[in-house]
């Protein structure tokens, strides 16, 4: 069992940044990329980024490409979404989720991520 935590959201003007976390307690991340999605009002939840377990393959969707970061503390249980640059496009409900098969790089479907947290408003003024 995996419970993952999201914080960090909240009002921002464009072109500014968040930091967005996600903590994860009960089992560790092992060998399990997590993955950041974001849901906009309206709209399909769509994949942002995923890392893997050593933070040496990532991948990112082209819309965010250059402007945000994920990354990861595995001491501390806890992956990171910088973002920069934050457009008004970009407001949405984040999430986090754990991908539901070990070392599989890339996942963007949503359904085969098997543990989520409960989400973190980001909004972007223009």
């Known amino acids: 069992q995996v419970q993952l935590v999201e914080s960090g959201g909240g009002l921002v003007q464009a072109g500014g940044s968040l930091r967005l976390s996600c903590a994860a307690s009960?089992?560790?991340?092992?060998?399990?990329?997590i993955g950041w999605f974001r849901q906009a009002p309206g709209k399909e939840r769509t994949f942002v980024a995923s890392?893997?377990?050593?933070?040496?393959?990532?991948a990112y969707a082209d819309s965010v490409k250059g402007r945000f970061t994920i990354s990861k503390d595995n001491a501390k249980n806890t992956v990171y979404l910088q973002m920069n640059s934050l457009e008004p496009e970009d407001t949405a409900v984040y999430y986090c989720?754990?991908?539901?098969?070990?070392?599989?790089?890339?996942?963007?479907?949503?359904?085969?991520?098997?543990?989520w947290g409960q989400g973190t408003q980001v909004t972007v003024s223009s």
């Open positions: 890392i893997n377990r050593s933070g040496d393959r990532i």
């Open positions: 989720a754990k991908d539901s098969r070990p070392l599989r790089f890339g996942e963007t479907k949503g359904h085969e991520y098997d543990y």
């Open positions: 009960g089992r560790t991340f092992g060998n399990y990329y």
